[in-house]
């Protein structure tokens, strides 16, 4: 004879991609990677709290789309950090370049 028990089993697969995207965000930030995770990782958040919102007897791991969301948004930010202060380098490495040509050549 088998037997069968009514488990309910919340649905929490977007809030751990979230987590999981949002930490791998974070650990592969320097190779490109980690925006395209980021975004990923936010996205998935935002719909995993959306959906524990409209149905918490059904939809849980908040916890987790929580830490997706913050790891993502923090992979944002460096993502853009790092993107200006590499073409602030560029612009004054290009300026400095520049400046010594020209002294090279009004000697």
Known sequence: MERRRNIQNP?????IASMVCG?????FYFFFIGFPLAII???LGHVQLS?????PE???GQGMAI?????GYIAIVFTVL???FISSLF???TSWYESLLLEALDF
Do not use: D, H, P, T
């Open 11 to 15: 649905k929490n697969g977007m809030a």
């Open 23 to 27: 930490i791998c965000s974070l650990v």
């Open 41 to 43: 990782a936010v996205i």
């Open 51 to 55: 959906n524990i919102r409209k149905k």
């Open 58 to 60: 059904e939809y849980e």
């Open 67 to 71: 830490a997706g969301l913050v790891c």
């Open 82 to 84: 790092g993107i200006l």
């Open 91 to 93: 612009s004054w490495y």
